[in-house]
């Protein structure tokens, strides 16, 4: 069995086996068990009492972090012409149409959200095979199909993120870094459960919250009670 380094062993002294703490007490001990030496991503996950493979409990949506995601985010905006000095004054990266989609078609995909107008998914649409497997298609749903581009390319730049359950029934998204005080984890973290709670499907029975974690890059995961954030 191999030895626990020094940083392992300190950490593993923070943690006590298989409790669950609070949700405030989580977003202060995740801080304390992260020794990278670089700025970590603060993720979560949670684990739900839904079938994901029965479109009746699919959980998916979208959610604006008052903190932030504490990074940059590069916003592709494809729209047509009379949208563009919106578009760009709303912060978007990139603002266009067809030589952008010409761009992805030669396999550009060098942004993290794609926004699009109605009017552009018959352009848009066709390049499913290379934004899909990316995550990056634009879909209704999460906000991002939508006539008011530079509303969305806005929610976006301010901590906008959209999430969907996995097909083991969890939801694992990054809402933030380890360097956000543990306030601000803490209410990232608690407005994104919340939203998830909202979600609930109607067909899902029994305990909807199975699980949640928190924890940094790299990190040990630290155990939150329901309870403390339902």
């Known amino acids: ?8 062993r300190l950490v593993a002294d923070k943690i006590e086996a298989g409790k669950a703490y609070s949700l405030r007490e989580a977003a202060e001990l995740v801080k304390e068990i992260t020794t990278t030496k670089f700025e970590a991503s603060l993720d979560i ?14 959980v998916r949506g979208v959610v604006s972090l008052p903190c932030g995601t504490g990074k940059v985010t590069r916003v592709l905006c494809l729209c047509t012409p009379d949208a563009e000095a919106a578009a760009k004054e709303a912060g978007a990266d990139y603002v266009g149409l067809d030589e952008y989609i010409e761009k992805i078609k030669g396999g550009w995909t060098d942004v993290d959200v794609i926004i699009t107008m109605p009017s552009c998914m018959g352009k848009v649409g066709p390049l499913g095979r290379v934004l899909g497997p990316r995550g990056l298609m634009p879909n209704p749903k999460s906000g991002t199909v939508t ?25 694992h998204t990054s809402i933030g870094k380890v360097t956000f005080t543990p306030d601000q984890i803490y209410q990232n973290a608690k407005e994104f ?38």
Do not use: C, H, W
């Open 147 to 171: 006539m008011d581009v530079a509303k969305a390319v806005k929610e976006v730049k301010q901590g906008k993120i959209d999430f969907k359950v996995d097909k083991t029934g969890i939801i």
């Open 193 to 230: 459960i919340a939203t998830v709670i909202k979600l609930k499907p109607a067909a899902a029975k029994g305990t909807y919250i199975k699980s949640i974690y928190l924890s940094s890059t790299m990190s040990m995961g630290v155990k939150v009670d329901p309870k403390t954030v339902e």
């Open 1 to 8: 069995m191999s030895k626990l380094t020094k940083n392992r």
């Open 45 to 58: 996950d949670v684990r739900l009492g839904v079938d994901p493979r029965k479109a009746n409990q699919m």
